[in-house]
């Protein structure tokens, strides 16, 4: 057992740092169409909270979800261009600053780029004009924009843009300047989106690829699958992981929540935390974006209970996303009380697998759901701590704490 504390840490940190966000970079360079309605309100959460946003690549420059709500409620313009509002309800995206009523907030997805946006099936709202730099803009663009909207089907050509009044060159610069796409990769990750919502809705994967101008269903299959890695007769599996930073008395944790369930929990300072995320995504087909949902407010409501020492037992719904074996190791994991501790042999034992241990071990060590997937309970045979993927401190802590909050139940 000598290689437990291995477990989790070989991975070369660097090696899968992830690239920024593109968009959230450069697309802050939009300046509001609008006027900020609540500026006042707005200057105090602004800087300071975004200085303190996690150091993770992929958490650099994105504003907390409660940052989002507030600027959103503010209709904050200083955040136009940082993410985008989209409204489920409704299939549009806006500006934060954007006038209109503001939607409740359970139908409501923060994204961070126009691509995730248009991908999303969502379509550019006719109130704030999201992609538009100012009134002169706004014009030609709602023109292009509804022009998509009519008629997704269409090719659009430099020669045809023309034709219908457009300048192809003013079209190029704008896009490729400012959002950081051109209008061609606008056009058909618009009509992906379209294509996705239409199929959810319940038609056709025919239908869908005629009503999107695509010229054989195999085409249209395999423009599907290159963007969501999956069939069009498969869309219900696609799904994002809502990720969300949770403070904790041991650091801050990252959890992530489909619709079904939450599939990550994880210390942030974690080497392997990288490889756990990639491995996650691939696994459940699922994009990460920040956000929050049911799941993961009910999540930062049960660890709070436990951490206060009131909670013994998680009913949070999980995602387990293993392979056979680790989903026996991992459930079986949960079967280990609150307070009490198990050996690797016995787990192997218990999952009929004996002599397994060092399996196990491994495996203990790939739960990407800590804390609720206990896996610091389990130790050696002679009861002493080994290697935990937080940390052994954490782990202590983590038994500590079981040890005198158990006590209180008695
Ligand atoms: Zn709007």
Same mark, same amino acid.
């Given at each position: 057992?000598?290689?437990?504390?291995?477990?989790?840490?070989?991975?070369?940190? %660097?090696?899968?740092?992830?690239?920024?966000?593109?968009?959230?970079?450069?697309? !802050?360079?939009? %300046?509001?169409?609008?006027? &900020?309605?609540?500026? #006042?309100?707005?200057?105090?959460?602004?800087?300071?909270?975004?200085?303190?946003?996690?150091?993770? &690549?992929?958490?650099?420059?994105?504003?907390? &979800?409660?940052?989002?709500?507030?600027?959103?409620?503010?209709?904050?313009?200083? $955040?136009? !261009?940082?993410?985008?509002?989209?409204?489920?309800?409704? #299939?549009?995206?806006?500006?934060?600053?954007?006038?209109?009523?503001?939607?409740?907030?359970?139908?409501?997805?923060? /994204? =961070?780029?126009?691509?995730?946006?248009?991908?999303?099936?969502? *379509?550019?709202?006719?109130?704030? =004009?999201?992609?538009?730099?100012?009134?002169?803009?706004?014009?030609?663009?709602?023109?292009?924009?509804?022009?998509?909207?009519?008629?997704?089907?269409?090719? $659009?050509?430099?020669?045809?843009?023309?034709?219908?009044?457009?300048?192809?060159?003013?079209?190029?610069?704008?896009?490729?300047?400012?959002? =950081?796409? %051109?209008?061609?990769? $606008?056009?058909?990750? *618009?009509?992906?989106?379209?294509?996705?919502?239409?199929?959810?809705?319940?038609?056709?994967?025919?239908?869908?690829?005629?009503?999107?101008? $695509?010229?054989?269903?195999? !085409?249209?299959?395999?423009?599907?699958?290159?963007?969501?890695?999956?069939?069009?007769?498969?869309?219900?599996?696609?799904?994002?992981?809502?990720?969300?930073?949770?403070?904790?008395?041991?650091? &801050?944790?990252?959890?992530?929540?489909?619709?079904? +369930?939450?599939?990550?929990?994880?210390?942030?300072?974690?080497?392997?935390?990288?490889?756990?995320?990639?491995?996650?995504?691939?696994?459940?087909?699922?994009?990460?974006?920040?956000?929050?949902?049911?799941?993961?407010?009910?999540?930062?409501?049960?660890?709070?209970?436990?951490?206060? +020492?009131?909670?013994?037992?998680?009913?949070?719904?999980? @995602?387990?996303?293993?392979?056979?074996?680790? %989903? *026996?190791?991992?459930?079986?994991?949960? *079967?280990?009380?609150? #307070?009490?501790?198990?050996?690797?042999?016995?787990?192997?034992?218990?999952?009929?697998?004996?002599?397994?241990?060092?399996?196990? +071990?491994?495996?203990?060590?790939?739960?990407?759901?800590?804390? @609720?997937?206990?896996?610091?309970?389990?130790?050696?045979?002679?009861?002493?701590?080994? +290697?935990?993927? #937080?940390?052994?401190?954490?782990?202590?802590?983590? /038994?500590?704490?079981?040890?005198?909050?158990?006590?209180?139940?008695?």
């Amino acid at each position: 057992m000598k290689r437990d504390a291995r477990y989790g840490s070989g991975m070369n940190a %660097t090696k899968t740092k992830r690239a920024r966000p593109n968009i959230v970079k450069g697309a !802050g360079r939009l %300046t509001p169409l609008n006027p &900020p309605l609540a500026r #006042g309100e707005a200057d105090g959460a602004n800087g300071s909270n975004r200085r303190k946003a996690s150091d993770r &690549p992929e958490a650099a420059n994105r504003p907390k &979800p409660s940052e989002m709500e507030r600027a959103m409620n503010a209709r904050d313009a200083s $955040y136009d !261009g940082i993410f985008y509002i989209c409204v489920r309800t409704t #299939g549009i995206f806006c500006r934060p600053s954007c006038s209109a009523r503001k939607p409740k907030l359970k139908n409501v997805v923060f /994204l =961070h780029s126009v691509r995730d946006c248009l991908l999303g099936g969502f *379509r550019p709202c006719k109130r704030c =004009h999201p992609l538009a730099l100012d009134k002169e803009s706004a014009t030609w663009l709602e023109q292009l924009i509804n022009l998509v909207e009519r008629s997704p089907g269409e090719r $659009y050509t430099d020669a045809n843009l023309s034709e219908l009044g457009f300048s192809p060159f003013r079209i190029r610069r704008y896009f490729t300047r400012n959002l =950081h796409m %051109t209008f061609q990769a $606008y056009h058909r990750a *618009r009509r992906m989106g379209m294509a996705l919502r239409q199929l959810r809705s319940g038609d056709e994967a025919d239908a869908v690829a005629v009503d999107q101008g $695509y010229e054989s269903l195999s !085409g249209f299959r395999d423009s599907f699958k290159r963007v969501f890695g999956t069939t069009p007769g498969d869309c219900d599996s696609i799904d994002c992981i809502y990720t969300k930073k949770i403070d904790s008395p041991i650091g &801050p944790l990252v959890a992530g929540a489909t619709t079904e +369930g939450v599939c990550l929990l994880e210390f942030a300072d974690r080497r392997a935390f990288q490889k756990q995320v990639a491995t996650l995504r691939s696994r459940l087909k699922a994009a990460c974006v920040p956000g929050r949902n049911a799941h993961l407010d009910q999540l930062e409501r049960e660890l709070r209970e436990y951490f206060s +020492g009131s909670r013994t037992e998680f009913t949070v719904p999980l @995602v387990i996303a293993g392979n056979d074996f680790q %989903t *026996r190791v991992w459930n079986e994991l949960r *079967r280990v009380p609150h #307070g009490k501790t198990m050996s690797y042999s016995e787990l192997a034992r218990q999952i009929g697998a004996p002599g397994a241990q060092r399996a196990v +071990g491994r495996t203990n060590g790939e739960n990407r759901i800590a804390i @609720v997937i206990p896996c610091h309970r389990v130790v050696r045979s002679d009861g002493t701590l080994c +290697g935990y993927g #937080g940390g052994v401190w954490r782990k202590k802590f983590l /038994l500590d704490l079981e040890q005198k909050s158990s006590a209180l139940f008695i």
